[in-house]
């Protein structure tokens, strides 16, 4: 856990993360209070190549993402 850190969107939170496969890391972000799901995000811990996939340097950010807006609809498909 990493106690502060910024999503996407800049906003500060607390990361959670797990290391896979020895050269990735997959990290969510959650919000101080009420720990509540902000994204995730996907980086390189060091260099990786693998036959079928492109390299990958350390730093590199794989992916990320965020929730910006969420709340209850009144059904599947509804938007209010």
């Not at 999503?7 to 290391?19: H, K």
């Not at 050269?23 to 009420?34: C, K």
């Not at 720990?35 to 990958?56: I, K, N, T």
Request: aromatic letters at 12%; a positive charge.
């Amino acid at each position: 856990m990493q106690p502060v850190s910024a999503d996407i969107a800049g906003r500060e939170g607390v990361t959670l993360y797990r290391d896979q496969g020895g050269y990735l890391r997959g990290e969510v972000f959650v919000g101080p209070a009420g720990y509540a799901y902000l994204g995730f995000r996907f980086r390189a811990l060091r260099d990786h190549a693998e036959p079928g996939l492109e390299p990958v340097r350390r730093g590199q950010i794989i992916g990320w993402g965020g929730v910006l807006k969420a709340g209850y609809v009144a059904g599947p498909g509804k938007k209010d």
